[in-house]
């Protein structure tokens, strides 16, 4: 089993580009789960879908869109892309509520 | 809004035994999780406390008292590989929010 995939795993951007980060899951989990990770900040959640044709904001969704494309795939998209959204980006999935998140292994993201 | 409070940094010897705390303050409450990450990886699950008391896996357990909103990790026996950042969080009525995280490091 892959568990969580995500791609790419590096990437750079130049201020105002845009791109999608793929995340696809392959344990039939129902949740799925985008977060951001900075130096001393902790994992922050910007973005969640409980199931399958629902998004819901987390704690800092701004300059970030999401579409869960069906069950396995959950995308996160920088519309136009900003310096303060360099990070490392983790996708997770679980079964719901307050099962464990299984994690991808991230994508690190600069934006120049 | 939910909050949590771990400390930052955290030394120990190998073989000895660390406790990590954990403070929340949570609208709704289901449960209290750890996570380890190494540096460059990915946060792995370790434990989860819904009730009160103590859960024990392997060389690790984690201890909830809901009425003072604190939990702990405790690794004994503690090894090389165990130097990594740990991680609480918990599950509100929504979503689960993560701590800032421990870094550990063990030392000869």
């Known amino acids: 089993n892959a568990g969580v995939t995500q791609t790419p795993k590096f990437q750079v951007l130049k201020t105002g580009q845009s791109m999608t980060l793929q995340c696809a899951q392959d344990?039939?989990?129902?949740?799925m789960y985008w977060y951001r990770q900075d130096p001393g900040m902790g994992l922050r959640l910007i973005y969640y879908?409980?199931?399958?044709?629902?998004?819901d904001k987390g704690e800092v969704p701004n300059g970030y869109n999401v579409s869960r494309l069906n069950k396995r795939e959950f995308s996160l998209r920088l519309e136009s892309a900003a310096p303060s959204q360099t990070s490392v980006y983790f996708c997770?999935?679980?079964?719901?509520?307050?099962?464990?998140?299984?994690f991808g292994d991230g994508t690190r993201l600069s934006i120049l | 809004g939910q909050s949590l409070e771990q400390p930052s940094e955290v030394t120990a010897v190998e073989g000895a035994i660390v406790q990590i705390n954990c403070t929340y303050q949570?609208?709704?409450?289901?449960?209290l999780s750890w996570y380890q990450q190494h540096d460059g990886g990915a946060p792995t699950f370790l434990s989860y406390?819904?009730?009160?008391g103590l859960e024990e896996t392997g060389r690790f357990s984690s201890f909830l008292s809901r009425s003072d909103s604190y939990g702990y990790l405790l690794l004994q026996e503690l090894q090389m590989k165990d130097s990594a950042s740990y991680f609480c969080?918990?599950?509100?009525?929504?979503?689960?929010?993560f701590g800032t995280g421990t870094k550990l490091q063990v030392i000869p």
């Open positions: 997770a999935s679980n079964l719901g509520g307050n099962q464990p998140q299984h």
């Open positions: 344990m039939n989990h129902n949740s």
């Open positions: 879908s409980a199931s399958e044709g629902t998004t």
């Open positions: 949570t609208s709704g409450f289901y449960g």
């Open positions: 406390n819904a009730l009160d």
């Open positions: 969080a918990v599950k509100g009525y929504q979503k689960v929010t």
